[in-house]
């Protein structure tokens, strides 16, 4: 897995990419570290890999051009098939080449058949031009599944066909925040700064409910047990809805925290 982590040199490829498949996933499961790799490298310099560790969740894409400094999160506009790219949001690592994503359980089941990927990265050519990837990813069900099942994840989820509804801010058109979640930082953490994102079912009264971990890092923090205890208060609203007939739908939040002194600023974004 080491190979991957480091960054990958981008060929001259201009703002366009078009890679043919890698043979095949590679896959390393090392129990001494509770850990589950399934990773492909290809042609375009491209690494993608889901990995279960310790019972947490990561999907890593590698061989990104650089990040901006000072950038912690970047978009990425992906799209399976012939399904219409959108943006979704990734982690910049301290490898300012690798990027971490936020919704990984439903990145890995898009990839087990494998196929078409379309990857955009805005800005990503320079001068303010898209770097555009066309891969062809080789089908890899029994790898990744693997990976999904070691970490106690569903190989299917209907709440993968309701993410692209929830927007950049994790909330569908029309729903706002009456009370976010303001998730502490917690008391007994090892680390100084970190994140968790969680997806919940917007009730009718606005309150959340069926809340689940989608990603967190440090991945054996206890920062996502902190931003699944703030939803207890949070409470969404709609004012084209009556209150208290809400639609349910799915929402998501992404919580940063930040210990005092490391950063002003913490909580739900």
């Given at each position: 897995?080491k190979?991957?982590l480091?960054?990958l040199?981008l060929?001259?490829?201009?703002s366009s990419a ?6 095949d996933?590679d ?6 570290a ?7 490298t ?8 889901v ?5 947490s969740?990561?999907?890593?894409m590698a061989g990104?051009?650089?990040a901006p400094?000072g950038?912690?999160?970047?978009t ?8 219409e790219?959108?943006?979704s ?16 359980s439903?990145?890995a089941?898009s990839?087990r ?12 050519a320079g001068?303010?031009?898209?770097l555009?990837?066309?891969?062809t990813?080789p089908?890899?069900?029994?790898a990744?599944e693997?990976v ?6 569903p190989?299917?989820?209907?709440r ?6 929830i ?6 058109e029309?729903?706002?925040?009456a ?8 008391s007994r953490?090892r680390?100084v700064a970190?994140y968790?994102?969680i997806t919940c079912v917007?009730?009718?009264?606005g309150r959340?409910s069926?809340c ?11 920062f996502?047990?902190?931003?699944l205890?703030?939803t207890?208060d949070?409470r969404l609203?709609n004012p ?5 007939q809400i ?5 998501g939040?992404?919580?940063s925290?930040?210990?005092?002194g490391?950063?002003p ?5």
């Amino acid at each position: 897995m080491k190979p991957l982590l480091l960054p990958l040199a981008l060929a001259a490829l201009g703002s366009s990419a078009i890679a043919q498949d890698a043979d095949d996933w590679d896959v390393q499961i090392d129990p001494a570290a509770k850990s589950t790799i399934a990773f492909v490298t290809l042609t375009s310099g491209l690494s993608i890999a889901v990995r279960c560790k310790d019972g947490s969740l990561d999907a890593v894409m590698a061989g990104l051009p650089e990040a901006p400094r000072g950038r912690t999160i970047r978009t990425l506009r992906i799209g399976f098939g012939d399904d219409e790219p959108t943006d979704s949001r990734w982690n910049v690592t301290t490898d300012r080449h690798v990027a971490v994503a936020d919704y990984p359980s439903s990145f890995a089941r898009s990839l087990r058949e494998g196929g078409d990927l379309k990857v955009t990265i805005p800005g990503g050519a320079g001068e303010g031009r898209d770097l555009r990837h066309e891969l062809t990813i080789p089908p890899s069900s029994a790898a990744i599944e693997g990976v999904l099942t070691a970490c106690g994840k569903p190989l299917e989820d209907p709440r993968d066909a309701l993410l692209p509804e929830i927007g950049e801010n994790g909330l569908p058109e029309g729903l706002t925040w009456a009370r976010p979640p303001r998730p502490r930082f917690p008391s007994r953490s090892r680390y100084v700064a970190g994140y968790a994102v969680i997806t919940c079912v917007a009730g009718p009264d606005g309150r959340l409910s069926q809340c689940q971990t989608e990603a967190q890092h440090p991945v054996d923090s206890d920062f996502a047990e902190a931003a699944l205890r703030s939803t207890d208060d949070a409470r969404l609203t709609n004012p084209n809805e009556t209150p208290g007939q809400i639609i349910p739908r799915l929402v998501g939040f992404r919580a940063s925290f930040y210990l005092d002194g490391y950063q002003p600023r913490r909580g739900a974004e």
